[in-house]
């Protein structure tokens, strides 16, 4: 079978990292397999293209050669001629929704991986709201990484009858804890091997948490001095001016470090002793994944399908409250070494079993050979 993936981009990105994931673990039929990016080629571009996958970008930068993409990609899935097309993303669902107009027997399947609908970008949200109408007509399936995402988009005029629930899937192996890999990571960044830490790891935005979290920290810091505090992803270094005066508002300001974007994130997981994730939105966080896969200890909002990720083995913090997040971190690290270590070994054991990269792999081959029958 001849599977085409439409995604807006292949720079890092959350979708973007799982359909990486996703090929990645299919590389006996790669040549079966082709990428096509929206935009001008990402970081994840070359990496694909490097394991035998045909990877190919429509170079769309406005929403004038958005226009021209329709037919771009049209010749484009004529040449290909693929069995299913699976798009990522509203942009990406929208595209190859018109360009079914001019192609025969493929099969069409969309991507959804946000629980919340676009705001502040208008653009976006009126393709969101011509997927609603279209879903009606051009996709076969609709598949939503999280069950908080199929809700809020059925409420919002999405076919019902055609989404299914594939969650995101993980390399748990990959992040398996490394005595090691924790020492060394310890002394480059000059943390004593003794000291608890906390990490934090995602991009800065607004939705991510970050001010929430350092607003918690100054409630922490007064009863745990001692913990340190470690905020790892783009954004998150010293040029940035908002997030140096929320750390220097804390009481122990020198007890927070923002290391920026690193590609370390297996280590950085072993280095650290308690994952804290104060999103305000989320579908199926990766980053929350990954640390399951690690085995730490984890606090988080309760978003999007965390509770689920989690199964009910967490206390959950509401989003954007700073005196909630802060208590369920206070509760975690008041706790013992072997209490934090077990509740780690059990989300490990969680995501083993239901979340891991083959389970993934095994619901889209099954989605994709049901359209064939």
């Known amino acids: 079978m001849k599977v085409c993936h439409v995604i807006t981009s292949l720079d890092i990105g959350g979708a973007e990292l799982v359909l990486y994931r996703l090929l990645s673990a299919q590389l006996i039929n ?39 993409a329709v037919m771009k990609l049209s010749k484009l899935l004529k040449v290909i001629n693929p069995d299913v097309v699976q798009s990522w993303l509203y942009h990406a669902d929208f595209i190859t929704s018109l360009s079914s107009l001019w192609l025969k027997n493929i099969r069409y399947v969309w991507g959804i991986h946000t629980c919340q609908l676009p705001k502040g970008k208008p653009a976006t949200w009126l393709i969101m709201k011509c997927c609603a109408l279209l879903s009606h007509r051009v996709p076969d399936k609709i598949v939503c990484v999280a069950q ?24 748990v192996s990959e992040y398996a804890p490394e005595p090691g890999l924790r020492q060394a990571l310890r002394r480059e960044l000059q943390l004593p091997l003794s000291a608890i830490t906390v990490g934090i790891i995602a991009r800065w935005h607004v939705d991510k948490g970050q001010d929430i979290m350092l607003e918690a920290i100054k409630r922490l810091q007064i009863a745990n001095p001692e913990v340190i ?59 929350l994944g990954e640390a399951m896969c690690a085995a ?61 990269i083959d389970q993934m792999v095994k619901r889209y081959q099954q989605l994709y050979s049901s359209l064939q029958s």
Do not use: W
Not at 35 to 44: A, K, S
Not at 245 to 254: D, F, G, V
Not at 307 to 312: D, I, K, P, Q, R
């Open 229 to 287: 505090f470690l905020f790892v992803g783009r954004g998150c270094d010293a040029d940035n001016k908002e997030m140096a005066r929320l750390i220097n508002a804390c009481p122990y300001p020198e007890k927070i470090l923002a290391l920026g974007e690193r590609s370390d994130i297996p280590a950085l997981l072993n280095a650290i002793d308690v994952f804290c994730m104060p999103s305000r939105t989320e579908a199926f966080p990766l980053a």
């Open 30 to 68: 790669a040549e079966d397999i082709s990428v096509i990016t929206l935009r001008p080629e990402g970081v994840l571009a070359a990496k694909l293209r490097e394991v035998g996958f045909k990877v190919y970008s429509l170079n769309v930068t406005g929403l004038l050669s958005l226009i021209f």
């Open 148 to 171: 908080a995402a199929q809700q809020l988009h059925v409420r919002s005029g999405y076919a019902a009858d055609k989404i299914t629930v594939i969650p995101n899937g993980f390399a």
């Open 296 to 356: 730490l200890p984890v606090v988080a909002t309760n978003v999007g399908d965390v509770e689920y990720m989690t199964g009910n083995l967490v206390t959950l913090a509401n989003p954007a409250d700073s005196a909630s997040l802060a208590e369920c971190l206070s509760s975690v690290l008041a706790n013992s070494a072997e209490y934090r270590a077990q509740l780690g070994r059990n989300l490990h054991k969680r995501v083993s079993e239901h979340f891991s």
